[in-house]
């Protein structure tokens, strides 16, 4: 089902847009990274009746007075939706607002805990990652 004008409106502003500036826009490579984004995240919520959404990096090319605003797209998608979000990222700040986190490292599962049981013991481990303490960056 088509979504209406006003639905479109709603969708696009919880991820911070303007609807009137991309409803009649080409979604190509004159987008910036983080309006791209924006959008592929906004399109997966105008998927209301998915069972299993999946976000990769979905902070990438995001500003950081944006990013909070993301987090609370998540923890109020969270609350609606029937099924399972699936969040890929480096940030831990998205950790904190995960049931589950899976910790993957060189291809393999590590780990799968809350934060409370996965976070203590992620700084710690050499990782080899720039976040983490033991990477090379």
């Not at 399109?43 to 500003?63: Q, S, Y």
């Not at 109020?76 to 589950?100: F, P, V, Y």
Request: charged share 25%; net charge negative.
């Amino acid at each position: 089902n088509p979504l209406s004008d006003q639905e479109l409106c709603t969708i696009l502003g919880q991820v911070g847009l303007c609807a009137q500036d991309y409803t009649d826009r080409q979604v190509d490579d004159s987008l910036s990274g983080g309006e791209s984004k924006r959008i592929e995240i906004a399109t997966v919520l105008a998927r209301k009746d998915a069972n299993l959404l999946i976000f990769d990096e979905p902070e990438a090319g995001i500003d950081l007075w944006s990013f909070k605003n993301l987090i609370d797209v998540f923890e109020k998608m969270h609350e609606e939706i029937q099924g399972s979000i699936i969040i890929i990222s480096h940030q831990e700040r998205i950790l904190n607002i995960a049931d589950q986190v899976v910790l993957l490292s060189a291809g393999e599962v590590k780990q799968i805990g809350t934060k409370e049981d996965v976070l203590p013991g992620l700084f710690g481990m050499e990782t080899g990652c720039r976040y983490f303490k033991g990477g090379d960056e």
